[in-house]
């Protein structure tokens, strides 16, 4: 591992570690953890349109006639968001404001924004050599042509997790939300592919994306060597298994909590107020008077 790919790590660490830290003042049960995250997402927003959108709408109308096919493609594609991680870097922060107090579809995103995300950052931010002199400009905005390549995947990551820690449980209606979005996304995909005649850069959907060497899936391709599109298929299984063993930690984390807090309840009755000794001074303690109150009153404290 390069030392930049260190100092990623470190970084990430960190961030992770203030956000667990800091869990119940970010939480969306206060009004002032739901602002947080709010403002967090239209910032992440602004920052992704002008970092890298703009970029990408920019290069794809100087390089629509390109004799180049795969520039003209690329372009096209990421100015469409027909690739994952920018599509959920554009969805999520939308999701997020957009949501309300308990932000489903956001909940609904988050997994598959996390796994294309921690795919990209551990496949390959931290495995890249970059020079002490560029480091700098390749964390905060990317270098050419990978324009915002590790912070656009980190901020998606980092509210992903951020919704997937204070999220409700996931129902059955979540699970149909899901099904549905990967059902709306790629019919997008295809049409625009089929369309446009986009051949790079789909999400795995084409040929390319698998077998080239500039493919983006070309390191997924080297690991499974299963042939296209199967190896599409084998992969979008595993990503939605994934996605759903992600979901069921998040329910068997919630149920765990609830048991917790019952076990802790038992211990405690809200009716039975406690005996106030003070109130019984004895004024004769010889008396046999005396004796009958203090039988009494063990017996009462003791539950006899």
């Not at 967090?40 to 794809?60: D, S």
């Not at 059902?183 to 994306?209: A, F, H, P, Q």
């Not at 199967?230 to 919630?254: A, D, G, P, Q, R």
């Amino acid at each position: 591992m390069s030392t930049s790919g260190i100092i990623l790590l470190i970084f990430m660490f960190v961030m992770f570690t203030i956000l667990f830290s800091f869990k119940n003042k970010l939480s969306w049960e206060k009004k002032s953890g739901r602002i947080i995250i709010d403002v967090f997402a239209i910032l992440a927003f602004i920052y992704f349109v002008a970092a890298r959108w703009a970029w990408n709408i920019k290069g794809c109308i100087e390089n629509i006639d390109s004799p180049f096919k795969q520039l003209r493609d690329i372009n096209l594609s990421k100015s469409l968001l027909l690739d994952l991680c920018p599509l959920m870097a554009f969805l999520m922060p939308i999701f997020i404001v957009s949501g309300g107090k308990k932000k489903t579809w956001a909940k609904v995103v988050a997994p598959v924004t996390i796994i294309g995300a921690a795919v990209t950052i551990f496949g390959q931010c931290i495995f890249q050599d970059i020079s002490a002199d560029q480091f700098i400009e390749y964390f905060f905005i990317g270098i050419v042509p990978n324009r915002m390549y590790f912070m656009m995947h980190f901020l998606s990551m980092f509210m992903a997790v951020w919704v997937l820690m204070e999220c409700d449980r996931f129902c059955i209606k979540d699970h149909f939300r899901t099904f549905m979005f990967y059902c709306v996304w790629i019919m997008y995909i295809t049409l625009c592919s089929r369309l446009l005649d986009i051949e790079w850069n789909v999400t795995g959907l084409v040929e390319n994306d698998w077998i080239s060497p500039n493919g983006e899936y070309h390191v997924v391709y080297n690991l499974f060597k299963l042939p296209f599109p199967y190896i599409t298929i084998f992969w979008y299984t595993v990503v939605l298994v994934v996605n759903y063993l992600m979901t069921l930690c998040k329910n068997v984390s919630i149920l765990r909590i609830k048991h917790k807090d019952s076990k802790n309840e038992e211990f405690k009755d809200p009716d039975k107020k406690p005996i106030d000794f003070t109130r019984y001074v004895p004024i004769n303690p010889d008396d046999a008077q005396y004796y009958q109150w203090s039988d009494e009153m063990y017996n009462k404290a003791h539950g006899y």
